[in-house]
């Protein structure tokens, strides 16, 4: 079991930056890969980032690399989204994720986590 819980979401005028925090608990935090979605309204939940259990490697979706970064603290067992350069379309709840059959890998698919949090709201301003 894990249980993970977001902080950091917000309001913020575009341009901005946020930072997202997604703190673990239960299973060896250490041991799997993480990941962040988002869900807009009407939209389908879509992968933005994910990193391996070391945090020596990351990934992200096309839409949002160069302006935000995936970084993990194993010792506090938490993960982090830095959002910069923030847009409207970016305007979602976004989700950690954990995935406990992956170590050295990462994964876009929904499907491949097995545990979530219950999700931020992030609401870019024009």
């Known amino acids: 079991q894990v249980q993970l819980v977001e902080s950091g979401g917000g309001l913020v005028q575009a341009g901005g930056s946020l930072r997202l925090s997604c703190a673990a608990s239960?299973?060896?935090?250490?041991?799997?890969?993480m990941g962040w979605f988002r869900q807009a309204p009407g939209k389908e939940r879509e992968f933005v980032a994910a990193i391996i259990w070391s945090g020596g490697g990351t990934y992200y979706a096309d839409s949002v690399k160069g302006r935000f970064t995936i970084s993990r603290d194993n010792a506090k067992n938490t993960v982090y989204l830095q959002m910069n350069s923030l847009k409207p379309e970016d305007t979602a709840v976004y989700y950690c994720a954990a995935d406990l059959d992956a170590v050295f890998i990462v994964s876009i698919k929904n499907d491949d986590y097995d545990y979530w949090g219950q999700g931020t709201q992030v609401t870019v301003s024009p």
């Open positions: 239960g299973r060896t935090f250490r041991r799997y890969s």
